[in-house]
């Protein structure tokens, strides 16, 4: 591209934008919206990968969840924070009943019948990483969630977790992730996975194409290599 093109690239995405990847780059816009670029590819790759893990993620805890409910309340749907004698509030705090309430009401729009896989599609991976969080530990983590990361530690798992969802968060609002640790990242993704389910982490990595763009992140310029 000629220069001038250059600049109204620059101009389009913004400096601001733009400016981490200048940094990087030494100055040279030609090779900061090439970094730029591939940062977007990656970016969409571990998009991938990521939501595969949440999907994971969220399918294995409603699983513990449903028939740790029905056994303790006689209730499978857990989602409705059934209550006891020995829990007269239920056992979510108020922040997760109240974002059940709202993932409810979506799942029912367009005169849609509420099943549990709808209310579950509509919770975030948000929700479900605090459900991993130290608050739950006597309450959901030893009663039931364990089983879903057989010889894990809670904190371990929670930690994980939380590294992918601030990755996810920062992807979802296209933040830089060329100076992040990509390959850590990706391995913690799958690691995940393989608490889960060795099976489906196999299938996971088989389909990802993370690998393959991080061998093709573009050169720095010939000084700063």
């Not at 977007?40 to 991938?48: D, I, K, N, R």
């Not at 893990?53 to 749907?77: D, K, M, Y």
């Not at 009663?143 to 590294?163: I, K, M, N, T, Y």
């Amino acid at each position: 591209m000629q220069a001038e093109e250059l600049t109204v690239l620059e101009e389009r995405l913004s400096p601001e934008r733009l400016g981490p990847y200048k940094l990087a780059c030494g100055g040279d816009l030609r090779a900061a919206l090439a970094l730029y670029r591939w940062n977007t590819e990656v970016t969409a790759a571990l998009s991938v990968t990521l939501g595969h893990i949440e999907v994971l993620l969220r399918n294995a805890l409603h699983c513990q969840l449903e028939a740790w409910s029905a056994r303790t309340f006689g209730e499978p749907c857990w989602y409705l924070n059934p209550r006891s004698s020995a829990l007269p509030r239920g056992f979510l705090f108020p922040e997760a009943v109240e974002d059940i309430t709202k993932a409810r009401a979506r799942a029912v729009r367009n005169g849609r019948p509420e099943t549990p896989g709808r209310v579950v599609a509509e919770l975030n991976l948000g929700f479900w990483r605090f459900l991993l969080a130290r608050r739950y530990d006597r309450g959901l983590w030893h009663p039931c969630l364990h089983e879903a990361f057989p010889r894990q530690r809670r904190a371990a798992v929670s930690d994980a977790v939380g590294l992918l969802h601030e990755a996810r968060n920062r992807m979802a609002h296209h933040e830089p992730m060329f100076n992040r640790p990509l390959v850590s990242l990706y391995r913690t993704s799958l690691q995940v996975a393989d608490w889960i389910c060795p099976t489906s982490r196999r299938w996971v990595e088989q389909g990802s194409r993370v690998t393959t763009v991080l061998t093709a992140r573009p050169p720095l310029p010939g000084n700063l290599r």
